[in-house]
């Protein structure tokens, strides 16, 4: 009697954990289906605006101001591109951005290194200070040093030309603090080991830091190469002429071409133009990105 007790004690026991385990894979299933299921709809809800930007380039201008608003319009035409390169010089305002952006991302890579170096690796006296001064810049609004940035280049003779763009713009404190973060996760012990051999301070800095900051690098790169491709404002104050304008200031002036009606259609066929460069860039880089922004300020 006991044994059959025990018997079916031990059946139930594992029917009870099959029961478990098919309930634990059932929840598992559904869980994996519902990630799956708001990853489509959260990318889907970050690529829309780009489809859209697609879509209206490829729009008549007649349809992109009916209403109501359709995604899938009835007609496309080519017409829009056509009009874009006959009412702006896009080939020389694409080359003036490339210029631009470029150069400064050089630039602003080269001196922010400089100095998170230093902030990072050099002991000297009043170096908290100087890097508690350097934050405390980043709360003063561009817009209060606009005017008296844009009197100074007027002055020195750089108003419409590549210097008068690119100058303000070659260092930038956020692009220190993030460099000074990841070199601080740097041992030091290989600075010194490099002393003992007799490098100087600009080698060490050169071949061993720089090497190893690479994610970092790249990450301040692409934000200062994106940050200037996209920028309006500056570029548009400092130039006047349409061949001398970046792309993005460029489209901002098709908006008063001489209408009341905007033209969405060509205003969209250059903003897919111009976005062409960057995702090109981003493809070729995206693992070092999300590399250094997952390692900067890891210590």
Known sequence: MSAATEYRGSAKGRYSEDKSLARKRSWNRISRVLTYAVLIIVTFLMIFPLLIVVIT???????????????????????????????????????????????????????????????????????????????????????????????????????????GIIIPRMADVGGIFLLRQFFISIPKDLDNAARIDGAGEFRIFAQIVLPNAVPAILTVGMFNFMGNWNDLLWPLIMTSRPETRTITAGLAMLTGHGSSVTPYGVVMAGALISALPLLVVFFFIQKRFVEGIAMTGIK
Request: hydrophobic share 55%; net charge positive.
């Open 57 to 163: 380039s490829f729009t008549p201008n007649a349809l992109t101001q009916s209403w109501p608003p359709k995604v899938i319009p009835s007609a496309f035409t080519l017409d829009n591109y056509t009009s874009l390169f006959s009412r702006l010089p896009v080939g020389r305002q694409m080359l003036n951005t490339i210029v631009f952006a470029g150069a400064v991302t050089i630039f602003s890579v080269f001196f922010d290194a400089l100095a998170a170096y230093g902030l990072s690796r050099v002991d000297f006296r009043g170096r908290g200070l100087l890097l508690g001064v350097l934050i405390a810049t980043m709360m003063i609004p561009a817009m209060a040093l606009l005017i008296p940035v844009y009197k100074l280049l007027a002055n020195l003779g750089l108003v419409n030309s590549y210097w």
